[in-house]
């Protein structure tokens, strides 16, 4: 994100990076704290669920992949903004040029 974004890149680059690390702190404590209850009737029968692994994969699945899709929509976005500054410089450079060509032309012209 060094170069020079507009304001949507900015808040969808921020956007997608959040998404990601939600769905990451998520699934972390998924993966360490699902417990299944081994008894309804005391909270003594606790264990981690067998599919916790399952969950928290499909959890940070859902949400990095979206979360990283937002990141590589503001990074076009923001090459875009760039290639269209830099082709709107170059018609501005290519013009001046063309203006003092043809004020020397005219010079030229009006000394002979």
């Known amino acids: 994100m060094g170069r020079d ?3 949507v890149s900015k808040l969808l680059w921020i ?3 959040g998404i990601a690390a ?3 702190i998520m699934s972390l404590v998924i993966m360490f704290r699902l417990n ?3 008894d309804f009737e005391s909270f003594y029968g606790v264990e981690l669920h067998p599919l916790r692994f399952v969950f928290a994969l499909g959890v940070l699945a859902s949400t990095s992949v979206p979360g990283l899709i937002l ?3 503001s ?3 923001a090459n875009n903004l760039a290639a ?3 082709t709107d410089s170059s018609k501005r450079d290519l013009f001046r040029n063309i203006n003092e060509i043809n004020s020397k032309l005219n010079q030229q012209q009006s000394s002979s």
């Open 5 to 7: 974004m507009s304001i």
């Open 15 to 17: 956007v997608g990076w």
């Open 22 to 24: 939600v769905g990451l």
């Open 36 to 38: 299944t209850y081994l």
């Open 71 to 73: 990141v590589g929509i």
């Open 75 to 77: 990074e076009l976005i």
């Open 84 to 86: 269209q500054f830099e």
